[in-house]
Nanobody, 120 residues
Framework: QVQLVESGGGLVQAGESLRLSCVAS????????MGWYRQAPGKQRELVATITSGGSTNYAESVKGRCTISSDNAKNTVYLQMNSLKSEDTAVYYC??????????????WGEGTQVTISS
């Protein structure tokens, strides 16, 4: 099994910054992509940003220019630096990883989420 543990959420004021971290542990042979999704109350879960093992990144339009995703492959860790936070960024942020524990099948895993609240 694989576990994803997020940290770094909290309550900040609009315009401030937060850095989220997520560590994957367990039976990991390879990870081909890690990322962050978020879900606000009453809304569907949506993509924030992803990063492949090769370093290719993808961002939601709503966070481009304000957020930076990075990873440390040796530590199976992904980070999300969020700047110039807005009230609409308030959500539970979930870490995601596609992990191979043997063979060539990459299974999706999710963390339990970390709350990010932006006060205006």
């Amino acid at each position: 099994q694989v576990q994803l543990v997020e940290s770094g959420g909290g309550l900040v004021q609009a315009g401030e910054s937060l850095r989220l971290s997520c560590v994957a542990s367990g039976r990991i042979v390879s990870i081909n992509v890690m990322g962050w999704y978020r879900q606000a109350p009453g809304k569907q879960r949506e993509l924030v940003a992803t990063i492949t093992s090769g370093g290719s990144t993808n961002y939601a339009e709503s966070v481009k220019g304000r957020c930076t995703i990075s990873s440390d492959n040796a530590k199976n860790t992904v980070y999300l630096q969020m700047n110039s936070l807005k009230s609409e960024d308030t959500a539970v942020y979930y870490c995601h990883a596609a992990v191979a524990s043997g063979g060539y099948y990459f299974r999706p895993y999710w963390g339990e989420g970390t709350q990010v609240t932006i006060s205006s």
